[in-house]
Structure formats: C-alpha cells, structure tokens
C-alpha cells in the first residue's frame, strides 16, 4: 500500500526479474530497477554486484570492468552512472554502512560512497550495530561462502587483489573534499518533494559553514549561558556557532521564561550537527574530557566525538584519551537525532544547557602536547654509532661531531636539528667528543664541529666548520 496525500495506492512488489522485464510490468522503486538491471547485465556476462545501504533505504548495482580493474557504480532507478558520491553530495544523504554483495563476497564499501569520513564514522557511531560488529558479521559471511563454494586459491587471490584496489580508492576520497570534487550533483531525478521530506533527502537549505578553525594549545571551554569560547584561558570568541567549521540545522537557544541558555536541532528538524574543527599549536598526545552538559528526554539523543585521521573517539563515553599518534588536528562532532510523538521532540537533544547566570563552562576539554619530536639520534659511544651504521647501512648518514665549549658548534646545532626535520630519509646523529673519545680518534677528528656524510660504512665527505651551505650541499650530493 502506498499512500500519497489522502489517496492509497495498491503497489505490489517484485523480485522476480523475469517478471519486472516484462513489457507489461516495468515499474517498481529502486529495488525493482536494481534487480532488472543487474539480471540483464549478467546475462550479458558482465560479474554484478548489488549495493545497498544498511539503514538508508536505498540499493543499486555496481559492475566490475575488466579493463579499468575496478567496480563501477551503476543506478538504474536515477540514470546515473559511475557517480558514487551523488547519494552524499547530491541527495545530501547522511551515509553510514554500506556494503556491497556478490555471489561469492560480501564487502563495506562505506567509505566509496562519501568523501566524509570523519562523519560517515559518526554517523556509524550512532547506529545499532557498531562497525566493529558490522565488520565482524561480513567477515563471517565471507568465511561461510568460501567454504560453501570451495572457493579456489585462484579465485580468493584474485578477489584480494580486488579489494587493494578498492581500498585505495576509498582512501584516495578521504584526500577529497566536497568543494574539491568539483562536480554539480542534483537530488533525486524522479521523486517528488513530500517523498523527499519523508526520506529525510529534501534539503533546501544550505549547510552553513563559517569555515572557522580553532588554533588550540592545552585548553579549549564554551560557555553557552554567554555564549563564548575561551582557547588556552587567554582568548575568547562570542558565538559558538560562528566559530564552527560548519553546522547543519541546528541553533542556539535561550529560554527567558526558564533563565536557560543551550545548543539544540531547529524547530521540525529530525537532526542537526556542528562540527568545530581544531588546530593544534603544537602535536597532541592526549585529552581529557573536564565537562560536557548534554541532555536527553525520550528519544531524544545526543552524539559527541572527536575525530582524528586515524580514529573516532566517543567523547561521552572516554574522559581521558591517548592518541594512537601525536595529532595536529581534529574535529569535534555534535549530533542531535531522535524523534518522537512530542511536537517538542527537537528540544529533547541539547548540549551545554546551564542557567544564564552561570559563570561556568558547559563544555571543557584539555589536550596534552606531545614531547618534542627530534629526528635525530645523540650516540656517544663508538658502539652505539657502529651498530646504527650495521642497521642502516645503504642510508646516507650525517655525523655532528661536536663539543659543548664550542660557540660554533652551538651556533650550527639548530641548522643541524632543522636539516634532520627536512630531510626524513636521511640518518642524522650527533655525538660528543669529549665522551666519545673512540668514534674521534678512529675517524680522524681534529676540528669542531666536523660532519661526516657516511653510506655502507665508508666516508664519502667531510665538512668542516659550521658551513651551512657545504652540509646542504653535501646531503643533496649523497642522500
């Protein structure tokens, strides 16, 4: 039954694609047009494979081109071609999983379909199944259907090799922004709009991005009751919204009558998001979460995480928090979903609600830099540097022979530690005289500073003297 309006309409479904080729039938959503087509390119030949997302509602077809060596994005319902990111830039869809199936493997393909990936992570977060799950039951799948075919060595390499591509695609979109992809995407083809409403896909309005960064050190608070933004207790911004990276249907609201102040959804809508996007001062190693008000009534929810490169951490659930590696920049993600009979169900998802006498901060999160990274070695002991010339024997190394009553030798150190920055294939060292008598007198040193430029254990230049311009010279000569 489908109903448009007060008019009902008998709509039977159909997954016979003998019967939806028919030229008497012919009709049908995107699982009709799905099925048809992938039915017609098999016995073409071509290996199809059905795509879908997971809680979307939504499904279309993908054929594997052998000469490109790739899967090729198909939708017959919309008439579009090889344009996976149609569904996230065109129809605004707020993408979580997606998984492709084939007759012998199932596969994510989540991150094919967005070039948001920091919210497509988010956007996972706030589902049923988390991704670890979700992986873990495609995984189960695929052992199933290899025991179930008896799947042949040939045919599992040939499927891996498949997937190394796919998976460089889907990291080369994370390079991707949507300003950058450059192509005009439309909605829907052939919907109308109070379809549209209902699957959530009608957005007139524009996601409005101020396009602020936050240049952060150790400390980073809100204040919603004056609505102000303080980094590093020494600079303040008024407008939390206005110094969001961007945000989507969502505002900030102060109760008079209640003497409250809080971020929330707008008026009807069935969500909302911020993103605050973070620059760090210097690499950070850590945080640690110090206060977030949130509240919550009925179905209402609130999502908050903070997103690196490399990981999503749920910032509801971890206080403290230590970065896989030192991060240089984040972003921070208010999501704001639920919904229920109330005609208030948009208030029933806030963030930062405090009173508006209230001096304190509603939001306030600290990070810890990470130590100082030195992209050299100090060795000084003749076996130390030995053992590192055996470890590294094919790289140019560069030995800083040095003594701390030496002004030149200070004055050429900060070169040295610059140089070793830029210059990340080549082995820098450094080394005492004074305490490494051995490594001197086996090399000959009879000046400070002196630099050996060394490769398989043979010195292929000396430099003496703080020359900056001899030991650049020198490293573009034999690195």
Same mark, same amino acid.
């Given at each position: 039954?489908? &109903?448009k309006?007060?008019?009902s309409?008998?709509?039977?479904r $159909?997954?016979?694609?003998?019967?939806?080729?028919?030229?008497?039938?012919r009709?049908g959503?995107?699982?009709?047009?799905?099925?048809?087509?992938?039915?017609?390119?098999?016995?073409?030949?071509f290996?199809?494979r059905?795509?879908?997302?997971?809680?979307?509602?939504? @499904?279309?077809?993908?054929?594997? %081109?052998?000469?490109?060596?790739?899967?090729?994005?198909?939708?017959?319902?919309?008439n579009?071609?090889?344009?996976?990111?149609v569904?996230?830039?065109?129809?605004?869809?707020?993408? %979580?999983?997606?998984?492709?199936?084939?007759?012998?493997l199932?596969s994510?393909?989540s991150?094919?379909y #967005?070039?948001?990936h920091?919210k497509?992570?988010?956007?996972q977060?706030?589902?049923?199944?988390?991704?670890?799950?979700?992986?873990?039951?495609l995984?189960r799948?695929?052992?199933?259907l &290899?025991?179930?075919y008896?799947?042949? =060595?040939?045919?599992?390499?040939?499927?891996?090799?498949?997937?190394? @591509?796919?998976?460089?695609?889907m990291k080369?979109?994370? +390079?991707?922004?949507?300003?950058?992809?450059?192509?005009?995407?439309?909605?829907?083809?052939?919907?109308?709009?109070? /379809?549209?409403?209902?699957?959530?896909?009608?957005h007139?309005? *524009?996601?409005?991005?101020?396009? &602020?960064?936050?240049?952060?050190g150790?400390?980073?608070?809100?204040? %919603?009751?004056?609505?102000?933004i303080?980094?590093?207790?020494?600079?303040?911004?008024t407008?939390?919204?206005?110094?969001?990276?961007?945000?989507?249907?969502?505002f900030r609201?102060?109760?008079?009558?209640w003497?409250?102040a809080?971020? #929330?959804?707008v008026e009807?809508?069935a969500h909302?998001?911020?993103?605050?996007?973070? &620059?760090f001062?210097?690499?950070?190693?850590?945080l *640690?979460v110090?206060?977030i008000l949130?509240?919550?009534?009925?179905?209402?929810k609130?999502a908050?995480?903070?997103? +690196?490169?490399?990981?999503?951490?749920n910032?509801?659930n971890? +206080?403290?928090?230590?970065?896989k590696?030192?991060?240089?920049?984040?972003?921070? $993600?208010?999501?704001?979903?639920?919904?229920?009979?109330?005609?208030?169900? /948009?208030?029933?998802?806030?963030? !930062?609600?405090?009173d508006l006498k209230?001096?304190?901060p509603? !939001?306030?999160?600290?990070?810890?830099?990470?130590?100082?990274?030195k992209?050299?070695?100090?060795?000084?002991?003749?076996?130390?540097?030995?053992?590192?010339l055996?470890?590294?024997?094919?790289?140019?190394?560069?030995?800083?022979?040095?003594?701390?009553?030496?002004?030149?030798?200070?004055a050429i150190?900060?070169?040295?530690e610059?140089?070793?920055?830029?210059?990340?294939?080549?082995? !820098?060292?450094k =080394?005492?005289?004074?305490?490494?008598?051995? %490594?001197?007198?086996?090399?000959?040193?009879?000046?400070?500073?002196?630099?050996?430029?060394?490769?398989?254990?043979?010195?292929?230049? +000396?430099?003496?003297g703080?020359n900056?311009s001899?030991?650049?010279?020198?490293?573009?000569?034999?690195?």
């Amino acid at each position: 039954m489908y &109903k448009k309006g007060t008019e009902s309409y008998n709509f039977v479904r $159909y997954n016979d694609p003998v019967k939806l080729i028919q030229p008497d039938h012919r009709t049908g959503r995107c699982g009709e047009f799905a099925n048809a087509f992938a039915f017609l390119a098999s016995v073409m030949g071509f290996e199809v494979r059905k795509v879908s997302t997971v809680y979307e509602d939504h @499904v279309w077809v993908e054929i594997y %081109s052998v000469a490109q060596k790739r899967w090729i994005h198909y939708d017959p319902c919309e008439n579009q071609h090889d344009m996976p990111l149609v569904y996230e830039l065109g129809w605004k869809k707020e993408m %979580s999983y997606v998984v492709a199936v084939q007759a012998d493997l199932v596969s994510d393909v989540s991150k094919k379909y #967005s070039v948001q990936h920091q919210k497509l992570a988010l956007n996972q977060a706030t589902k049923v199944i988390r991704y670890d799950e979700y992986m873990s039951i495609l995984k189960r799948i695929n052992l199933q259907l &290899k025991q179930k075919y008896n799947l042949s =060595t040939e045919r599992v390499n040939e499927l891996k090799a498949r997937r190394v @591509v796919e998976n460089a695609e889907m990291k080369h979109n994370s +390079t991707l922004t949507p300003e950058s992809v450059g192509k005009s995407y439309s909605g829907r083809q052939n919907a109308d709009e109070e /379809w549209l409403k209902n699957r959530g896909e009608f957005h007139p309005e *524009t996601v409005k991005s101020p396009g &602020k960064y936050l240049h952060v050190g150790t400390k980073l608070t809100y204040n %919603s009751a004056k609505d102000k933004i303080c980094i590093d207790d020494e600079i303040c911004f008024t407008g939390f919204l206005s110094h969001a990276l961007k945000y989507k249907q969502v505002f900030r609201k102060v109760e008079s009558d209640w003497e409250k102040a809080y971020i #929330s959804r707008v008026e009807d809508a069935a969500h909302g998001w911020v993103k605050l996007a973070i &620059k760090f001062k210097s690499p950070a190693k850590s945080l *640690t979460v110090r206060k977030i008000l949130t509240f919550e009534k009925e179905a209402g929810k609130v999502a908050i995480a903070l997103a +690196t490169d490399t990981e999503i951490i749920n910032l509801r659930n971890s +206080t403290t928090h230590k970065f896989k590696n030192p991060v240089t920049e984040c972003g921070i $993600y208010f999501h704001f979903y639920g919904e229920s009979e109330s005609d208030v169900s /948009w208030q029933h998802s806030q963030v !930062f609600r405090q009173d508006l006498k209230d001096d304190n901060p509603a !939001f306030a999160i600290d990070f810890t830099p990470a130590p100082e990274e030195k992209n050299y070695h100090v060795l000084n002991s003749k076996s130390e540097i030995d053992q590192h010339l055996k470890n590294h024997p094919e790289k140019l190394t560069v030995i800083d022979f040095f003594a701390t009553w030496c002004p030149p030798c200070r004055a050429i150190a900060p070169v040295f530690e610059r140089l070793a920055t830029e210059n990340k294939t080549v082995q !820098f060292i450094k =080394t005492d005289v004074d305490q490494n008598p051995d %490594s001197s007198q086996f090399y000959g040193i009879r000046a400070m500073p002196t630099f050996l430029f060394l490769k398989n254990g043979q010195v292929l230049e +000396t430099v003496r003297g703080a020359n900056e311009s001899a030991i650049i010279n020198a490293i573009n000569k034999h690195k």
